[in-house]
T-cell receptor, first 115, second 117 residues
């Protein structure tokens, strides 16, 4: 199945700085890459996603970039705020999941924004 | 956007009893729902794919007789943990795709914290 690796596992930044989280995937046929934010005690919330026909997508302070050749995609958060502190997960479709499009998740990144 | 509601948000039960968790799609129909399990400080692990009107598909290593899944309608899937033991204590999260089928984003419920004493 798809193997998704995520780095770093923890990331601390000062408020106002940028944060970058990277993921690599193994299946070159993967064509959809979502990012989720999970706050303590809650379910993951979709924050942004990208399909393989584009290289970058931006939504206010959040952006995702995709390098299909290198098989990696990254989450960029600019002007970080304390409320951005959470665990972030990347994901990719699992090979062979067919129409169900099951997702394989990265190991997660604990982002802490220091005031 | 698509809203997935999960109930209860937490439950404590005694060892040997069964617990049922409900997952509802509130504003859309979901022919497929997914059940995940998450241990503290770990990632989400897919347990099973729930298909409306048919049997669920379980991941390798997940006991289907222990984790009973019923997807009787297009808006409701249930997970029943039977004969629960302390090692079943975990955070269980369901998810579903919005309208638009397999190309729709996956949305998650807020999870159920199960504690087996």
């Amino acid at each position: 199945g798809e193997n998704v690796e995520q780095h770093p596992s923890t990331l601390s930044v000062q408020e106002g700085d940028s944060a970058v989280i990277k993921c690599t995937y193994s299946d070159s046929a993967s064509n959809y890459f979502p990012w989720y934010k999970q706050e303590l005690g809650k379910g993951p919330q979709l924050i942004i996603d990208i399909r393989s026909n584009v290289g970058e997508k931006k939504d206010q302070r959040i952006a995702v970039t995709l390098n299909k050749t290198a098989k990696h995609f990254s989450l960029h958060i600019t002007e970080t705020q304390p409320e951005d502190s959470a665990v972030y997960f990347c994901a990719a479709p699992r090979r062979g999941s067919g129409s169900a499009r099951q997702l394989t998740f990265g190991s997660g990144t604990q982002l802490t924004v220091l005031p | 956007g698509a809203v997935v509601s999960q109930h209860p948000s937490w439950v404590i039960c005694k060892s040997g009893t069964s617990v049922k968790i409900e997952c509802r799609s509130l504003d859309f129909q979901a022919t497929t729902m997914f059940w995940y399990r998450q241990f503290p400080k770990q990632s989400l692990m897919l347990m099973a794919t729930s298909n409306e009107g048919s049997k669920a598909t379980y991941e390798q290593g997940v006991e289907k007789d222990k984790f009973l899944i019923n997807h009787a309608s297009l808006t409701l899937s249930t997970l029943t943990v039977t004969s629960a033991h302390p090692e079943d204590s975990s955070f269980y999260i369901c998810s579903a795709r919005g309208q638009g089928g397999s190309d729709s984003p996956l949305h998650f419920g807020n999870g159920t914290r199960l504690t087996v004493t």
